[in-house]
């Protein structure tokens, strides 16, 4: 009885016949938008390095190429995704594809940081269109039994990508200018363009919702003004500067402000009674802490390997691989051991082995064997995927499947803002912390030089770089005071994922857990 209610045909059956080919279409599109964050990682070195090599950015300038990019993307995923149930998903991911691919061939050729913030908030905006609208037609192609498989492979994907990536930025960052990293994109998007017109086919929600623009603009602003705050409390070493508290409180209050209009509106853009759901809740709460961290940590892990340890950034992209296959491997497993011990011990694990690698940080130095790095990055990215692949089957299938760009909206947003916060504010305890160690070996440096040489471990290179053979000393003090920040940055992101620890052990389901809770029809799991 139970097995002839799915078996209502919902899509034709030649649509049905042809899903994994359309899984790998959409899993193209979803390559290159992680895989442009996962080149960036490998750049940002380059980039800060002044020209004609780079662009001179500062860390902090670095801290918002990656933002512009992240809170443009969060802050209108779930628009996107409304945009979508309403004119059609293929529709809308065949133009973010389009807007994606321009914004990268600008971004490519950007003559200074502020130019290429900018086309890096272009690159969000079309990012933003297409990450809903592949999870969105995945819930609508495959049967219900099959979703948990399908977005396994899907969050395999994002391995992928995270292993091909810096490897691809490496490669290009030894042969060509560092836009190379950008424009790279515009060939893949052309044969993204091409396939998901010739095999994707179009849905929409029936009964899809009105556009929320008063919401939209304020959680933009409230996020901007947020990391905004954070990341300049970061570069100045004084979150007590009156400017700083203004703009980091405005921030909230904003973001506050928004949360009311939302409870308020009869047309939200996020319909915070979905929150009511602690299943549902804890799931979106793992996700944004796990990139809360891992965002962070690999941001400074680069400057590690490359400032530090030395490494080309071919040979960066090298030493990421492990974290990468790691994920490739398990994610589209990791639905095993969940009907094994339950979406509760399989996340609360994975959490775990995310908080322990990135304690495992503050025990590296500037000698320590490599292959202890490649063990971490292995182990992080098995943690990654043991939390990735349940808490999204969770996620979207506690709503409706019409639903089903909302819910993949909801899911990209707060991974996005998690991994925001994560580079503002381990970004901001790096800044800080560095400033603070290295502050008293610059008596060296030119007083006008200073607080440029203080930013970060590249601008005191830099300034090193210039002084001459008799700033050999200041090297070695910038690569100590570059670790000790690395190790207080890497215990507090260790510290945020043991919160998501304790969050899904209290509140995700176990093994015996009725399917029903997690489609939010009940929040209350038994003991």
């Known amino acids: 009885m139970t097995a002839s209610a799915p078996a209502v045909p919902r899509t034709p059956e030649a649509v049905h016949r042809r899903r994994w080919a359309i899984l790998g279409a959409l899993m193209l599109s979803l390559l290159i938008i992680v895989l442009d964050n996962s080149i960036l990682n490998v750049a940002v070195k ?24 992240t809170l443009v993307f969060a802050g209108l995923l779930f628009s996107a995704g409304l945009l979508g149930d309403r004119l059609g998903r293929k529709r809308v991911l065949l133009g973010g594809l389009a ?26 905006l079309g990012a933003a269109f297409v990450m809903p609208a592949t999870l969105a037609v995945l819930m609508n192609v495959f049967e219900r039994e099959e979703q948990p498989k399908a977005i396994g492979i899907w969050a395999g994907g994002v391995g992928l990508a995270i292993a091909i990536g810096p490897i691809t930025g490496g490669v290009l960052l030894d042969h060509f200018w560092w836009g190379s990293v950008f424009l790279v994109n515009v060939p893949i998007v052309i044969v993204a363009v091409a396939l998901m017109t010739w095999l994707v ?62 409870k308020r509106s009869d047309h939200p853009s996020i319909d915070v009674g979905h929150f009511r759901n602690k299943v549902f809740s804890a799931a979106i ?94 182990l992080m ?39 925001a916060l994560g580079i503002a ?38 300034v090193a770089a210039k002084l001459g053979p008799e700033a050999k000393p200041l090297v070695a003090q910038a690569n100590d005071s570059f670790l000790h920040a690395m190790h207080v940055t890497a215990l507090g992101g260790a510290a945020v994922a043991v919160v998501g620890v304790v969050i899904v052990a209290l509140f995700l389901p176990g093994r015996t857990q009725d399917s029903r809770d997690t489609e939010g029809t009940r929040t209350r799991e038994p003991r």
């Open 201 to 262: 086919p179009d849905s929409r929600d029936p009964n899809p919702g009105r556009i929320d623009p008063v919401g939209v603009a304020l959680s933009v602003v409230g996020l901007v003004l947020l990391v905004y705050g954070i990341i300049r409390g970061g570069e100045l070493a004084d979150f007590t500067d009156v400017t700083v508290l203004s703009t980091i409180g405005a921030g909230l209050a904003v973001l506050v402000a928004f949360v009311v209009f939302e």
């Open 46 to 69: 380059t980039i800060s390095t002044p020209a004609p090599t780079g662009l001179g950015a500062t860390q902090s300038e670095l801290e918002w190429a990656i933002n512009a990019y």
């Open 381 to 419: 990215g098995t943690g990654m995927a043991h939390i990735m692949t349940p808490v999204s089957v969770v996620i979207m299938q506690a709503l409706p499947r019409e639903k089903a760009g909302s819910a993949s909206a909801l899911s990209n947003t707060f991974r996005q803002v998690g991994g």
């Open 99 to 124: 807007v994606f691919g321009i914004g990268s061939a600008l971004a490519a050729f950007a003559g200074s940081p502020g130019e290429l913030i900018a086309f890096r908030a272009v690159m969000g």
């Open 425 to 462: 504010v381990l970004g901001s305890v790096l800044s800080t912390s560095y400033r603070s160690s290295i502050e008293g070996d610059l008596t060296a440096v030119p007083p006008e030089l200073r607080h440029t040489a203080g930013e970060s471990i590249e601008s005191t290179l830099a």
């Open 285 to 378: 709460a793992a996700i944004a802490l796990v990139f809360f961290a891992l965002m962070g940590v690999t941001f400074f892990s680069v400057f590690y390997t490359q400032s530090v340890r030395g490494y080309s950034p071919l040979e960066t992209g090298l030493l990421l691989l492990p974290l990468a296959v790691a994920q490739l491997v398990f994610a589209p497993r990791a639905r095993l051991l969940v009907d094994r011990i339950g979406n509760r011990a399989t996340t609360a694990a994975g959490m775990a082995l995310i908080a322990a690698t990135l304690a495992a940080f503050a025990t590296l130095d500037a000698d320590t064997p490599i292959w202890i790095l490649e063990v971490i990055f292995f």
